[in-house]
């Protein structure tokens, strides 16, 4: 059993959105075992849909379409469908309902354009209805095929899929299994961890894949093994992983969809520990890491964002002289920041950052990329230096994410931090 | 002119990699004048390479290929050119000594699988060779049609196409433009836009196209256009675009690559005012917003994480009567936070954000995406009040967009932030 995605849309093939909704499904699609046989991108154009719907019903018995749906004039997906499976649109009342619902709750007026996407096929074997947004999807069942129809806007296909489409193609394809799973390290860089791990690559089962997703600081790990008994597969890469914690345990600090910002927050909410900040060159990213998470507000207090030297020094409580004769990035007022930060914010944990995002401000002594991270606790300051690069986002990120590994750490008394 | 683009390999099916290739290369097509009218992704399997080559001849003058040229068995984009072409192999002594080199500058040895590349088709037109890596890329010409096979690892591919390959496309289609432009609004749902806009949108000259881009708040409106003048369709694009100001300027924040944090950024440092925030729901995301922008030290004081009612209160000083009076949630705590951010913080400009972020915490008065936002300046206090949705992720980004655009409202005193 295998899949067609047809990505429709101009933007694709302007270059001006990268075709992520086709990664995300070939994945969803694979850990389900369902194969992907030929990803099609191709212009708001009925030729062209009607082309592609042709070429993948003769390869798979899956055809899953995104993009098109929406309620303006470039939309035209729908009315393809209509011609190729020779449909009349007929309303669809409830679908009809929940447009009126989703505006009704925004306090606005639908208007006659965003009304027209209750218009659905009569052919249609099914109308999925949208919660995330207006544009309902639409399967097909033709010749033993299944043609699905999903919006393009990312978080609503997402959550149709999961919800809607997945568990029916779950039940029409049993059996086969593709099973992935993520290690998580931090403080020990791609090829050096190829390294240690080598031996342990080596003597990996001909039916377990590795690969490694660097990103940020973080280096993912990815096993994948596919076979038709899932429980075995399970196991198979469960006794991997746990030869795997025997060499760099201390690096790993989760496991697949883990983040660090949710790692910190268990640690802190089993703990009954309250978590501040002190930012300055990660300008709020550290904190908006940590407030993704939902129920953060329960075991962190809050931040103080001192891009200023004024604010460092009167909300923080750094002495000016501290600054002037050590410099903004350094050790001590790091250190400065984090006690500060503790004290005024009121929490047990406090974490401070102050560096040289970029791309200027470096100096010989001092390159652009160098940051200090300290952690203030009742056990005393603890303040580490790293050197990032020379890529302002970049090093934003990966300051963040060094500093709730460090965070993680100093929590948890383990030490996964070193770099 | 136009171009369709094959994109070979299995990571891409298995969405492990996303086709980022074919979005780079559409990008630069289409700046040279050359549109896409299709990005095939497919296996390194030679039935589906022969079948998208088939297809591609039939409907394009340039047929781009990336990936499936490196050294290792699953890489066969070679032999399946070599089948399609009806073509030998033999050995290129100019990529035979690249290869050689590459490896003794590395200080390593090639190893025969590596000088495996140096075998080319030898009724390819032109070798390219890949002063970054090993695998040569491949030019074909065959009824009018030019192939042209690149590797797909991003840096190597984008390299050799920038200089190598793109000047003899520029050669073959002289003349020929396409160019985007777009129109970054806030303020205003799609549908919404596009029933106002309705009437510009059918007077458009056939030579324009446009589309929706909506994210996050913001509907991007591309205009698109094709012919031989460049300077004309610049004209022609900005005829319609000043026709556009005339009927929805007041949601206009900026055009093509602009980001909200970079107008205001803009709008502060030519006026030589600072500002600061105080962030609730938002924990952090608008001071990011605003300090990814390099130098906003410059104008950016620092900003207030005020996640616990407790640092709202102590550090901005809002009443705890007030709180449990009217709720966190409020046009008058959203107000007293402005104010104690603009205090405390020394700035002329302040923006306070309070809502529920979600997914719990909402009530049937104040459901989740329920935010307040103020601003405060020596002119006084603004607030609004915003109705975002049920999404955690999505109602923070939305609520960073809406005080941005607010405050770049406010500052300027244009008014573009009506919900």
């Not at 959105?17 to 369902?34: E, K, P, R």
């Not at 409580?317 to 903004?328: C, D, F, Q, R």
């Not at 503790?342 to 944990?349: A, I, Q, T």
Request: net charge neutral.
């Amino acid at each position: 059993m295998d899949a067609f995605i047809i990505s429709i849309g101009s933007e694709l093939l302007t270059g001006h959105t990268v075709n992520t909704n086709a990664a995300w499904l070939a994945s969803q699609l694979n850990m389900a075992g369902v194969g992907v046989s030929e990803v099609r991108a191709i212009p708001d154009n009925e030729g062209d849909i009607l082309r592609a719907l042709n070429d993948a019903a003769e390869k798979t018995t899956f055809v899953l379409l995104t993009g098109g749906l929406g309620p303006t004039n470039d939309d035209i997906t729908t009315r393809a469908l209509c011609k190729y499976f020779g449909s009349d649109l007929i309303t669809d009342s409830k679908v009809l309902e929940d447009i009126r619902l989703f505006f009704k709750t925004r306090g606005r007026d639908p208007g006659s354009v965003n009304l027209r996407q209750a218009m659905v096929p009569e052919k249609a074997a099914r109308v999925i209805r949208n919660p995330y947004g207006t544009a309902p999807g639409l399967w097909f069942e033709k010749g033993g095929v299944s043609f699905i129809a999903m919006p393009g806007v990312p978080h609503e296909m997402q959550n149709m899929f999961s919800f809607k489409i997945l568990p029916e193609i779950r039940k029409k394809s049993p059996g086969r299994h593709i099973l992935h799973r993520h290690v998580l390290t931090h403080g020990i860089g791609e090829s050096f961890l190829a390294e240690r791990i080598s031996g342990w690559e080596k003597s990996l089962p001909p039916a377990i894949s590795l690969a490694y997703l660097p990103s940020a600081g973080i280096v993912k790990l990815r096993l994948s093994a596919s076979g038709e008994d899932e429980e075995e597969l399970r196991n198979l890469i469960g006794e991997q992983i746990a030869g795997l914690r025997k060499i760099i345990g201390e690096f790993i600090w989760g496991y697949d969809n883990d983040t660090l910002g949710q790692v910190v927050g268990k640690l802190l909410r089993e703990r009954g520990l309250k978590l501040g900040c002190a930012e300055s060159c990660t300008g709020g990213y550290l904190s908006h890491k940590i407030t993704l998470i939902p129920g953060s507000s329960d075991y962190f207090n809050g931040s103080i964002i001192a891009y200023s030297n004024r604010v460092k020094e009167e909300i923080l409580g750094v002495p000016a002289e501290l600054i002037s004769g050590k410099g903004a990035v350094s050790s001590e007022v790091a250190g400065s920041m984090a006690r500060g930060a503790r004290k005024f914010l009121g929490c047990d944990f406090s974490v401070a950052i102050t560096g040289i995002a970029g791309p200027s401000g470096g100096s010989g002594e001092k390159p652009t990329g160098t940051t200090w991270i300290s952690i203030s606790s009742e056990k005393g300051t603890i303040s580490r230096k790293y050197t990032f690069g020379d890529t302002r986002e970049r090093n934003i990120m990966r300051a963040a994410n060094a500093a709730l590994a460090m965070l993680a750490g100093a929590i948890s008394d383990k030490f996964y931090n070193q770099e």
